[in-house]
């Protein structure tokens, strides 16, 4: 493949190096906003305890924060696109810590749907989006490592929170861990908002450019008027809301179910099995983005996907089987992760080889909608299937159902449908 000297074109190289200072601000930034999801099962019931309110009730908080991040993604997506990142993200990161303040204040279940859920979904929204979309523009070679890498720092973010976050609210209680968190989530966002850019121009550099174009089909920007005019895009966005469903299913309910199986508290190297499996959860889920969005650059979209989404269904029927082992529980609860958290990086960087990236964060915002859509079916709807049936034996088998049967539209449906949809353009 011929590509142009670097060291030959003006300005290359620091332009080089300052999208790698981009993606380490949008990697703070989304490590600052990702506790309101990925603690949430350590408040649940401390929450239910302060509020006197059921589980199913309580989950409706989880479910307004994911879908409110979601359903006003498009717009979020568009305004990042036409007033750019450090203002549109400098205001989600200052609504998430926000969120958690007003919270600490909450005295019943109406004003924790719309502090936590409300304030933090249009919050942490905003930053998601923005940081994701902001990513893949800066590296249009590099798609699915960008926004793996993007997508870890929420994955991530959570393990530095966890453990400190679980003792105070043994020390400070829920209301005092909610608001000093709350102010340290707006200070950190803010910091790191403030060097955010968008990439120069249409393209990054001319050398980056050149590479691009001569190793891969260029797709056609689609505004996302004409996106959601074709087949293949709601194709990926039923497959988004299968695999977020079993993975929210997991995030909103482990504290739950790791009580009902009765392996929480009992210790595994010398720590407690919850708080133990979740910093892991924390740790795999961040890893498995880039390390499956830079898989995906080299052997493909939908093949990475499979192999993920079967990953994560095997591990999950497993983790049913030993469900009383808590080492395995810790274990298991790792690989589970592992399999699920790549869908942040593989689905954006699908979208955006297929349909461009001149609208990539309008567009993606319009994806993301799938993430709230499974959020109700993972959350309080899971949790009524278990009050329901007195099991979660029925809510981990239609979570298993969910990630083998993506992982094969992935392989025999949307591959060829990619393939086709790329050979008219």
């Known amino acids: 493949m011929n590509t142009v000297n670097t060291s030959a074109l003006p300005g290359a190289k620091l332009v080089e190096r300052h999208r790698w200072g981009q993606l380490a601000l949008g990697l703070v930034c989304m490590m600052a906003i990702s506790s309101p999801q990925y603690v949430w099962t350590l408040m649940t019931k401390p929450l239910m305890a302060k509020l006197g309110v059921g589980l199913p009730e309580l989950q409706v908080t989880f479910s307004i924060l994911v879908l409110l991040q979601a359903f006003f993604s498009p717009v979020q997506g568009a305004l990042i696109d036409r007033f750019g990142p450090r203002m549109l993200i400098s205001i989600g990161t200052a609504l998430t810590g926000l969120s958690w303040y007003l919270a600490s204040h909450a005295q019943g279940v109406i004003g924790l749907y719309l502090t936590y859920g409300g304030v933090g979904g249009i919050g942490t929204g905003i930053v998601y989006v923005g940081v994701v979309g902001l990513m893949v523009r800066w590296f249009p070679e590099r798609r699915g490592f960008a926004a793996g890498i993007a997508a870890a720092g929420y994955g991530m973010g959570a393990i530095i929170t966890t453990f400190p976050i679980s003792a105070s609210l043994v020390t400070r209680g829920i209301d005092g861990t909610l608001g000093l968190y709350g102010i340290l989530i707006a200070v950190v966002g803010l910091a790191a ?181 499974g959020s109700i079916f993972g959350g309080p709807l899971a949790a009524l299937l278990h009050q329901h049936t007195g099991s979660w034996i029925p809510v981990f088998g239609c979570a298993i159902t969910l990630d083998i049967t993506t992982a094969l539209l992935a392989l025999f449906v949307l591959k060829p449908a990619r393939k086709r949809f790329l050979r008219r353009h």
Do not use: C
């Open 193 to 373: 908002s403030q060097g955010l850019r968008m990439p120069p121009g249409e393209s990054v550099a001319p050398h980056i450019q050149a590479e691009t174009l001569a190793g891969t089909r260029t797709a056609p920007d689609y505004r996302p008027t004409q996106m959601l005019r074709t087949p293949l895009f709601w194709l990926m966005f039923v497959m988004m809301t299968m695999m977020a469903t079993s993975g929210l299913m997991v995030t909103s309910q482990m504290a739950i179910f790791a009580a009902d199986f009765g392996v929480s508290k009992v210790l595994v190297f010398g720590l407690a099995a919850l708080p133990l499996a979740l910093t892991i959860d924390r740790f795999t889920n961040g890893l498995t983005r880039p390390l499956f969005g830079w898989v995906s650059d080299r052997l493909g979209r939908e093949n990475t996907m499979g192999f993920a989404f079967a990953l994560e269904g095997i591990a999950m029927f497993l983790w049913l089987l030993t469900r009383e082992d808590a080492m395995m529980f810790v274990l298991l609860s790792g690989v589970v992760f592992f399999g699920w958290g790549e869908i942040f990086s593989l689905f954006p960087s699908t979208l955006t080889d297929t349909f461009g990236t001149r609208n990539a964060t309008a567009n993606y915002g319009w994806l993301y909608i799938s993430f709230g859509i």
